[in-house]
């Protein structure tokens, strides 16, 4: 049985989740991209999702957003539908397009540790050694200039019916004290120190980078072939940026938020109008629970 999950409007996250089998099906390509784009931006429009940035790769995807509605659950159920459909029906997929396992979604709390995710999901494909700069990766990605992605319906799954075009819209997160140009341009030079230094220790390492050619030249099925070592610490719930006494309440919180749930679900199943405590989320939705 996994935990209960609290849905709280205004929470930021970043979201990770991962191809069946750790197969390539988000590869590069005009078509992917499009989809990622159009899925992406749909969901955003239709739950009012902020999105912060975001990054297909080959295998998995991040997007740092934040649930402005507290709606979080219905938007990832829409987001990836909409990218596995769309994918199953370009490669024949007969099952699975995204890994059984349930996506990885970490709050983030505090500037440090918005600002360090939102720059990790643009430098991913660095810091895998695959291209040397962001702006090589021939994937879907955000950069630090981008303020907004027009995105083109894909000719594959999403019907006429559809809009042409959608806009994505990208927005500092909320901790942000500033502007979105200096928010901008912070990442761009955050990015950049991120990308000189990576490249240093690989050169000094004799590591090249593969390089968008040899990625584009990867096959959908193809999976990596190192050994995936699941860990149980691989998915935490709560992001701090280091700040140790943050982290202590927040855990604290969380805690006797989960103790307050388990009470009123106990509760719950004998009386109905029991009232379950501020962020249940599945039982209110879908069950017409109350909650305080």
Known sequence: MTLPRRIVPGTTYLITRRCADRRMHLL???LMNRIYAYALARAQLKHGAAVHTFGAMGNHSHEVVTDVRGVL????????????????????IPENFWSAE????????GAIA????????MLNPVRAGLVARTTLWPGAISLPETRRVVAQRPSVWFSDLNEDTLTLELTPPPTWKG??????AWLADELKRREDEIGRERRAAGLPFLG??????????????????????RHPTLATGGDGALMRGLIAGLRAWRRAYYDALGRWRIDKSTVFPFGTWWLVQRANAAFG
């Open 73 to 92: 659950p219905d938007f990832l159920r829409d987001f990836h539908r909409e990218v596995a459909l769309a994918g199953k029906a370009i490669y024949g």
């Open 28 to 30: 590069p390509s005009p």
């Open 212 to 233: 968008a050619a040899k990625v584009l030249a990867q096959k959908p099925f193809d999976r990596p072939r190192n050994r995936d070592v699941l860990r149980p610490t």
């Open 179 to 184: 502007d979105a140009d200096s928010w901008h």
């Open 114 to 121: 918005q600002n360090e995710k939102a720059v990790y999901v």
């Open 102 to 109: 349930k996506p990885s979604v970490v709050e983030l709390h």
